[in-house]
């Protein structure tokens, strides 16, 4: 039988490798980009998006679904089921702002030609940087949201 502890655990980690990610890259990643030049920002971040691709596609329905889980799960205590649900509603917002901002972006670094990227690449970097930093700071809201639910239930 599912346990109420096992889908917030799941949830929780989740958020919280998508949170670690985000700010990885904003608070490692960004200060050093941001003083690269063209041809080798287009490259690192041509990297930087095929190493996490796939773990960020993965770890967004993993999370969504296990927090609505546990949203029925915890329905009959009404702090938790707050907090759960606030949780849910940040994470959900980062997913929507890598839909629609993150992954667009991504798509148009990934068909840049690293040797002659475009002259608006720095305006391009800024966007990215800024949907970043929203993303991460959504999913640091959702992590604290579920630990808290987790923390007590």
């Known amino acids: 039988m599912i346990t109420t502890e096992l889908v917030q655990s799941l949830g929780f980690v ?9 700010f990885g890259g904003l608070l490692s990643l960004s200060p050093v980009r941001r003083n690269l ?3 080798t920002y287009t490259r690192v971040q041509q990297r930087f998006i095929k190493a996490v691709d796939g773990l960020m596609k993965a770890i967004y329905p993993i999370s969504l679904i296990a927090t609505l889980v546990a949203i029925v799960l915890v329905r009959h205590h009404s702090t938790v089921l707050g907090w759960t649900i606030a949780g849910f509603a940040l994470l959900l917002g980062a997913f929507i702002d890598t839909m629609a901002f993150d992954l667009p972006l991504n798509k148009e670094f990934l068909g840049w030609s690293a040797d002659t990227p475009p002259t608006t690449w720095q305006a391009t970097r800024a966007r990215w940087e800024r949907v970043n930093m929203i993303r991460a700071l959504l999913l640091a809201g959702a992590v604290v949201c579920l630990y808290l639910a987790a923390l007590l239930g």
């Open 14 to 22: 989740g958020v919280s490798v998508a949170a670690s990610i985000a």
């Open 37 to 39: 030049d063209a041809v």
